[in-house]
């Protein structure tokens, strides 16, 4: 980090004095400008530009064609009162609630059982994580089929159990835990990676002192462990919610833009394709990405109250066992 | 000899003997219940992709029949050359391929450039510029979905290969996980011993950055290779031109248009997850520790 003002000056600069007396930032660290430029350049254009004309959309009447025109407040009057959008809201909530509960609390188990000295331990940990690294097309594919209604591999199994079949497609419940289903699948291996990394950041002495204590195994799980894994928890709860708000590939290969029986698998971000892609309503679609934003934002600061307080000092220090391995 | 759940194992100890004997008939138990629950576990993570080669090698009789056939059959062949001669998904796996390869270099190259000068040099504005790039980690990227499309399209970009590639060419979070590399595993000595040697900053980077940062570098591939190999709803809103989907759009048209032939479908399925698969298990070892880390830094 010390190199700073050694760095080299050009050849051409070299040869002028007046440069070398009174050089600009620029015209010094060029190679440095240059070199961080792009991603500044790429967000000005890609990021930061369309997110302030989303802004400007979502008070605008546009098909994405034509004249736009000036509607004021009037998208999100009508989002207010839109049945859709809150069925939207309530399907995404629904699905986030059914799949977070159970995905972290198998993560954290999965971690814990992982965590302890077991042979091939490489190849559980590339087991799990497969799920999080597959093409959601596909596998919504292929879950569509194991839960299908008729000759589903799922309804196979309650038949040949002599249990009634359930109607997992085409039922508002079904529906939802299907896709809660694909969720916990995807993402269980992932959290439970993530929870192994924190487990292993907690100094061993720790639990060698209250097994001196005579400590049972419960009693350093919940004393101990829990406490001390907080942060990656957090850091845990607030990906997972990011992602279960943001959920669409699901719900949209496994029912169609419609979002299935009764939109009951409608999700926020499929209603605002739907909107924005399907019904070429560009206003209205950059309103409901501003609504979804405030939700999101939100549930950020209500998760930090929840998990995150007094949590800065054990962040420091799981950063500085990381470093140390 | 304790099974030693939670603490390293630990030293012969004379006086643990007698209690070490009860332990081992519980700890025993306890081996066996984690081994049940890990491989439990297992078989649900990786049973969907069994699932997968079993459809896509059976005709759509056998995988709806009752019961249904739940071992390999010997329709693959028949399969794929269904899907071959129905959509063309050589060409999407091509397009695939070219995209998600062209995102990992670009990616790669601007952002462990940018990382390397903002690790090991100083010049002004360069904590400012770095506060923004952290800022722009909370944007998320469903508000942009629309207005992207409209700029896209006014660029003409509308089922272009360059709307897919260019906009993501450089981001946040590479620069900022190679920064912590470059800071960590390249010695400022070296860096100096290049610029008395008389290199300038590019020869630098790539003499001396480029050969040190080589594992974040490939976790940053990789990762990036995946991500790009899977994206699913920009390419569905952008490449609109039947010919120039890539797998995933391209699976996806198969699925609606063709879902009588579940065979067929799930060869086409196959096709999009195996080149995935293969390069995650070669560089998993990378890519697990790396996301981990992430998640302990984050």
Same mark, same amino acid.
């Given at each position: 980090m010390a190199i700073?003002?050694?760095?080299?000056?050009?050849?051409?600069?070299?040869?002028?004095?007046?440069?070398?007396?009174?050089?600009?930032?620029?015209k010094k660290f060029w190679p440095q400008y240059l070199?961080?430029?792009? $991603?500044? %350049? *790429? #967000?000005? /254009? !890609?990021?930061? $530009?369309? %997110? *302030? #004309?989303? /802004? !400007?959309?979502? $008070?605008?009447?546009?098909?994405?064609?034509?004249?736009?025109?000036?509607?004021?407040?009037a998208q999100?009057?009508?989002?207010?009162?839109?049945?859709?959008?809150?069925?939207?809201?309530?399907?995404?909530?629904?699905?986030?609630?059914?799949?977070?509960?159970?995905?972290?609390?198998f993560a954290l188990v999965i971690a814990f059982l992982l965590h302890q000295n077991i042979r091939l331990k490489g190849f559980y940990r590339v087991a799990f994580f497969?799920?999080?690294?597959?093409?959601?097309?596909?596998?919504?594919?292929?879950?569509?089929?194991?839960?299908?209604?008729?000759?589903?591999?799922?309804?196979?199994?309650?038949?040949?159990?002599k249990i009634e079949n359930i109607p997992w497609l085409s039922t508002s419940l079904g529906i939802k835990v299907t896709i809660a289903v694909m969720v916990i699948w995807?993402?269980?291996?992932?959290?439970?990676?993530?929870?192994?990394?924190?487990?292993?950041?907690?100094?061993?002495?720790?639990?060698?002192?209250?097994?001196?204590?005579?400590?049972?195994?419960?009693?350093?799980f919940s004393s101990i462990t829990v406490p001390l894994l907080r942060p990656v928890i957090l850091f845990t709860v607030i990906t997972s919610t990011i992602g279960g708000l943001s959920l669409f590939t699901e719900p949209q290969v496994l029912l169609g833009n419609g979002g299935g029986t009764d939109e009951a698998g409608m999700t926020i971000v499929l209603y605002q394709y739907n909107q924005a892609f399907t019904q070429f309503d560009f206003g209205y679609g950059s309103a409901i990405a501003w609504a979804l934003f405030i939700i999101a934002s939100l549930f950020a600061i209500i998760n930090w109250r929840l998990v995150g307080e007094r949590d800065g000092m054990k962040i420091r220090r799981n950063n500085k066992t990381e470093a140390g391995s | 000899m304790s099974n030693a759940t939670l603490t390293r194992p630990q030293l012969a100890d004379p006086t643990q003997a007698r209690q070490d004997r009860n332990a081992v008939k519980r700890s025993m138990v306890a081996r066996v219940v984690t081994h049940l629950c890990i491989w439990v576990g297992v078989i649900m993570s990786i049973f969907p992709f069994y699932w997968l080669v079993v459809m896509s090698t059976n005709t759509t009789g056998d995988i709806f029949g009752y019961p249904p056939?739940?071992?390999?059959?010997?329709?693959?062949?028949?399969?794929?050359?269904?899907?071959?001669?129905?959509?063309?998904?050589?060409?999407?796996?091509?397009?695939?391929?070219?995209?998600?390869?062209?995102?990992?270099?670009?990616?790669?190259?601007?952002?462990?450039?940018?990382?390397?000068?903002?690790?090991?040099?100083?010049?002004?504005?360069?904590?400012?510029?770095?506060?923004?790039?952290?800022?722009t980690f909370l944007i998320p990227g469903s508000l942009s979905l629309v207005p992207s499309f409209v700029l896209v399209s006014k660029l003409g970009w509308i089922g272009g290969f360059q709307s897919l590639i260019i906009p993501g060419a450089a981001n946040a979070f590479g620069i900022f996980l190679l920064r912590q590399f470059a800071t960590s595993s390249i010695p400022d000595e070296l860096v100096e011993s290049a610029r008395i040697d008389g290199a300038g900053f590019f020869r630098t980077y790539w003499n001396v950055g480029v050969p040190m940062l080589r594992g974040g570098l490939a976790f940053l591939g990789i990762f990036t290779f995946i991500g790009a190999w899977n994206d699913y709803v920009w390419p569905l809103i952008v490449l609109v031109d039947p010919k120039r989907q890539t797998l995933q759009t391209a699976l996806q048209t198969l699925n609606t248009i063709y879902s009588t032939d579940y065979g067929m479908v799930m060869a086409g399925a196959l096709i999009s997850v195996l080149p995935l698969i293969g390069v995650f298990i070669i560089g998993s070892r990378h890519f697990i520790s790396n996301i981990a880390a992430g998640a302990l830094k984050g």
């Open positions: 700073a003002e050694q760095t080299p000056t050009t050849r051409l600069e070299q040869s002028t004095p007046e440069t070398r007396r009174r050089p600009t930032a620029l070199a961080v430029s792009p $991603f500044y %350049i *790429l #967000f000005l /254009i !890609f990021g930061l $530009f369309p %997110i *302030l #004309f989303s /802004i !400007f959309l979502s $008070f605008q009447d546009w098909d994405g064609m034509g004249e736009m025109k000036f509607v004021g407040l999100y009057q009508y989002l207010l009162s839109d049945p859709r959008f809150w069925n939207a809201v309530g399907n995404t909530f629904i699905i986030w609630f059914l799949s977070t509960i159970p995905m972290l609390f497969l799920p999080n690294v597959t093409s959601m097309v596909a596998m919504a594919i292929v879950f569509g089929s194991v839960f299908s209604d008729s000759f589903g591999l799922v309804n196979s199994a309650l038949t040949a159990l995807r993402f269980t291996g992932y959290n439970a990676i993530i929870y192994l990394a924190g487990l292993q950041a907690i100094p061993t002495e720790l639990y060698d002192a209250a097994k001196v204590d005579g400590a049972s195994t419960w009693r350093i | 056939k739940l071992t390999f059959g010997p329709h693959l062949l028949e399969n794929l050359h269904n899907v071959i001669a129905n959509v063309d998904l050589l060409q999407s796996l091509a397009n695939t391929v070219f995209v998600s390869l062209s995102c990992a270099l670009l990616v790669m190259f601007f952002d462990s450039l940018a990382a390397f000068a903002f690790a090991k040099y100083h010049f002004p504005g360069k904590n400012v510029l770095f506060m923004i790039l952290l800022v």
